[in-house]
């Protein structure tokens, strides 16, 4: 029996629509329009359509180039005024706090939202894997069966009378031989799909796992807020006049801070290139995803999508299946109908029975193979894998994520690495040349 998808697949229900509809929205109106049918072998197009995505994705590793450049010009310039009162960490704490949880915020967001979506399609690849895996196997076994039946009818018939021998022939025998031809032709047909299937769901696979490398850029941004948290506290914690402290975080600057803010915006801006080339094809994914394998796959697989999407057509998979088993009924009844003759004229009673019992069996077998294949089945995977799991959930997921690593990774890490530098420079001012010891200060306070 084909998988059922509805006991296994994960549908965090919470999380609609507020954390799915704004992104589905915004990456399918910010995207450039994914080529027409009409231009799925025009290469112009195609360019074009890449050439539109990229363009914003550079601009936007452009942006993050210029922080890092700006974070490292200031980590060699000194121009911090002198302080008129003592400096104080509530600002600093206060922003790494908030950068902290911006930054807890989107790898569980990117987990709970984009991860679902991609292991939810991950599982439904897998039934359907396992459909058409189920559906070569039965192939196979109607293949056999119909040997065994069409061998059973060659040494019966020779045992009935003349008269008859000829319409046995070609009221049972004929349509037996039919069936296994148009058999032998969806196994032909049907050889290479299993294999097609199971590499696809081993891409989809290993794309998923790979995908929580996706949030790694928050991860540097957590280390780079733990080590100026780590220096302010043990500069605070030690009463110490920051000397020390200061040359870290200069140094800090171009061999941490800088590098993490460059391979942050470049993580980030691959995030919304995908999030984009996605948003593109969900605008009008049905005619998009016809349009894609009419350009990457050869026709015969695309008459088979635009079957099932579309519900035209032909699909070449099923015509087989569908005229062997119209042979194989045929068969059937020409038996019932000679069912006297095999077993008393010609004297097998248990041929007739034998044959009658395969026949039966092979259609069970056949209609078995003829529903994991129908249109609604897998369109009923397709629907959940591209429509929900796909242009929904996932593209969520990574919209959410491109937001907090945009956030966190230009806007506060940025801003955090001033904060800190100028913290320590008018610390240092305060405590040194300010002209007053720490020990006066702190009687003062």
Same mark, same amino acid.
Request: a negative charge; one cysteine or more.
């Given at each position: 029996?084909?998988?059922?998808?509805?006991?296994?697949?994960?549908?965090?229900?919470?999380?609609?629509?507020?954390?799915?509809?704004?992104?589905?929205?915004?990456?399918?109106?910010?995207?450039?329009?994914?080529?027409?049918?009409?231009?799925?072998? =025009?290469?112009?197009?195609?360019?074009?359509?890449?050439?539109?995505?990229?363009?914003?994705?550079?601009?936007?590793?452009?942006?993050?180039?210029?922080?890092?450049?700006?974070?490292? /010009?200031?980590?060699?310039?000194?121009?911090?005024?002198?302080?008129?009162?003592?400096?104080?960490?509530?600002?600093?704490?206060?922003?790494?706090?908030?950068?902290?949880?911006?930054?807890?915020?989107?790898?569980?967001?990117?987990?709970?939202?984009?991860?679902?979506?991609?292991?939810?399609?991950?599982?439904?690849?897998? =039934?359907?894997?396992?459909?058409?895996?189920?559906?070569?196997?039965?192939?196979?076994?109607?293949?056999?069966?119909?040997?065994?039946?069409?061998?059973?009818?060659?040494?019966?018939?020779?045992?009935?009378?003349?008269?008859?021998?000829?319409?046995?022939?070609?009221?049972?025998?004929?349509?037996?031989?039919?069936?296994?031809?148009?058999?032998?032709?969806?196994?032909?047909?049907?050889?290479?799909?299993?294999?097609?299937?199971?590499?696809?769901?081993?891409?989809?696979?290993?794309?998923?796992?790979?995908?929580?490398?996706?949030?790694?850029?928050?991860? /540097?941004?957590?280390?780079?807020?733990?080590?100026?948290?780590?220096?302010?506290?043990?500069?605070?914690?030690?009463?110490?006049?920051?000397?020390?402290?200061?040359?870290?975080?200069?140094?800090?600057?171009?061999?941490?801070?800088?590098?993490?803010?460059?391979?942050?915006? /470049?993580?980030?801006?691959?995030?919304?290139?995908?999030?984009?080339?996605?948003?593109?094809?969900?605008?009008?994914?049905?005619?998009?995803?016809?349009?894609?394998?009419?350009?990457?796959?050869?026709? &015969?697989?695309?008459?088979?999508?635009?079957?099932?999407?579309? &519900?035209?057509?032909?699909?070449? !998979?099923?015509?087989?299946?569908?005229?062997?088993?119209?042979?194989?009924?045929?068969?059937?009844?020409?038996?019932?109908?000679?069912?006297?003759?095999?077993?008393?004229?010609?004297?097998?009673?248990?041929?007739?029975?034998?044959?009658?019992?395969?026949?039966?069996?092979?259609?069970?077998?056949?209609?078995?193979? &003829?529903?994991?294949?129908?249109?609604?089945?897998?369109?009923? !995977?397709?629907?959940?894998?591209?429509?929900?799991?796909?242009?929904?959930?996932?593209?969520?997921?990574?919209?959410?994520?491109?937001?907090?690593?945009?956030?966190?990774?230009?806007?506060?890490?940025?801003?955090?690495?001033?904060?800190?530098?100028?913290?320590?420079?008018?610390?240092?001012?305060?405590?040194?040349?300010?002209?007053?010891?720490?020990?006066?200060?702190?009687?003062?306070?």
């Amino acid at each position: 029996m084909p998988v059922t998808v509805t006991d296994i697949r994960v549908d965090p229900h919470w999380i609609e629509p507020y954390l799915e509809s704004p992104w589905v929205k915004l990456m399918s109106a910010i995207a450039p329009p994914f080529p027409s049918p009409e231009q799925a072998q =025009d290469v112009k197009a195609w360019n074009h359509f890449e050439k539109g995505i990229f363009i914003v994705t550079i601009a936007l590793a452009g942006l993050g180039l210029l922080a890092s450049i700006i974070v490292l /010009l200031r980590s060699c310039c000194n121009c911090v005024r002198r302080p008129q009162a003592r400096p104080s960490t509530k600002p600093l704490i206060c922003l790494s706090i908030l950068t902290f949880l911006l930054s807890a915020a989107g790898v569980i967001i990117f987990f709970t939202v984009g991860k679902t979506g991609a292991r939810n399609t991950v599982s439904l690849f897998k =039934d359907v894997t396992n459909d058409v895996v189920n559906a070569q196997a039965e192939g196979l076994s109607l293949e056999k069966l119909g040997t065994s039946m069409s061998t059973l009818l060659s040494d019966t018939i020779p045992k009935c009378p003349q008269a008859i021998q000829p319409t046995l022939k070609s009221q049972i025998q004929s349509p037996i031989d039919e069936y296994r031809t148009k058999l032998a032709a969806y196994n032909d047909a049907i050889v290479n799909l299993p294999g097609d299937m199971q590499n696809a769901t081993s891409a989809a696979q290993d794309i998923t796992e790979a995908g929580g490398l996706l949030a790694a850029p928050l991860v /540097l941004v957590f280390l780079c807020v733990m080590a100026i948290v780590f220096i302010v506290c043990a500069t605070r914690g030690g009463r110490g006049r920051g000397h020390c402290s200061h040359c870290c975080i200069r140094m800090l600057g171009p061999l941490l801070f800088a590098p993490c803010i460059l391979v942050v915006t /470049l993580i980030t801006a691959a995030d919304f290139l995908g999030g984009v080339a996605i948003g593109s094809f969900c605008k009008d994914v049905d005619t998009n995803v016809m349009t894609y394998v009419k350009h990457y796959a050869d026709a &015969e697989v695309y008459q088979v999508v635009v079957y099932y999407i579309n &519900e035209t057509g032909t699909n070449p !998979y099923l015509e087989d299946l569908n005229q062997a088993s119209t042979f194989l009924g045929q068969s059937r009844d020409m038996l019932n109908t000679y069912e006297s003759a095999l077993k008393q004229a010609c004297q097998s009673p248990e041929a007739f029975d034998t044959l009658l019992a395969d026949s039966n069996q092979a259609l069970a077998s056949v209609s078995k193979v &003829e529903k994991m294949l129908s249109g609604d089945h897998i369109y009923s !995977y397709y629907k959940r894998a591209v429509h929900e799991d796909v242009c929904v959930t996932f593209i969520s997921g990574i919209g959410w994520l491109f937001a907090f690593q945009f956030v966190v990774g230009l806007l506060c890490l940025p801003c955090l690495t001033f904060m800190a530098d100028t913290f320590f420079a008018r610390w240092t001012y305060w405590h040194g040349s300010g002209g007053q010891s720490f020990l006066a200060q702190e009687l003062r306070v």
